[in-house]
């Protein structure tokens, strides 16, 4: 899986469609991170089924576009106040993604499965299927990714710590395939850790940024 592989072809005319309803909340870019967690985990979980899991990722947040954007942060959040919007999201996104999928109608991919997972993604929190485990957690373990630990502190304009807090008393708990609660508790230790550097060597990482990706070629043919 290179950059430019993510998204299987299969599922790029349903990313085209969704990306205008994905452009609130940072929903883009959480949606392509999440979807490649989505097919590491189920490398790791073959009973689950990849046509239900993966078109379920891309389109399991549109219908945020259709909640007041001055709204959002109340859904969600430390201290949520408007809990009822999240089940209007979800009632969005499987009118949105139902139109979508029937557009497009993507071989071997059984639309009513994939709408099933979309709907209750965030209400429900017991896995209903082992598809609706898997989608979950790559939806929530993108909280524990360095992309979902910075969004979330810029959200909130909090430190990475308290990212971090929220990760191991709150998200964390909730991943419900083992593969996924591994792959979560791993994500947070790797980035507390890189946190205490600083603590350890009296400086922070050398590194902060990725280099150009054009220059990574150059890498892989000299090893």
Do not use: C
């Not at 709408?115 to 299927?129: F, K, N, Q, W, Y």
């Not at 360095?146 to 308290?162: F, L």
């Amino acid at each position: 899986m290179t950059p430019d592989t993510i998204i299987l072809p299969r599922d790029l005319p349903l990313w085209t469609d969704a990306r205008p309803y994905l452009d609130v909340r940072n929903n883009d870019e959480h949606t392509i991170v999440a979807y490649g967690l989505a097919r590491a985990l189920l490398e790791q979980i073959p009973e689950a089924d990849e046509s239900v899991v993966l078109p379920a990722i891309l389109l399991h947040d549109v219908g945020w576009k259709r909640i007041p954007e001055d709204l959002l942060l109340l859904a969600i959040g430390r201290y949520p106040s408007r809990k009822d919007l999240v089940r209007d999201h979800e009632l969005h996104s499987v009118e949105i993604a139902r139109t979508i999928l029937q557009t497009h109608r993507p071989e071997g991919v059984d639309i009513d499965a994939v709408l099933a997972v979309i709907d209750g993604h965030d209400t429900t929190r017991e896995a209903r299927s082992i598809n609706d485990a898997v989608m979950k957690d790559a939806d929530k373990g993108w909280r524990t990714t360095p992309h979902g630990m910075r969004t979330i502190a810029g959200w909130y304009d909090v430190p990475v710590t308290e990212v971090l807090m929220m990760l191991r008393e709150r998200s964390n708990p909730l991943m419900l395939t083992p593969q996924g609660r591994a792959m979560a508790e791993a994500n947070t230790a790797a980035v507390a850790a890189e946190q205490a550097i600083a603590q350890y060597l009296g400086h922070g990482p050398e590194f902060t940024t990725f280099t150009a990706t054009e220059g990574a070629g150059q890498w892989l043919k000299s090893r």
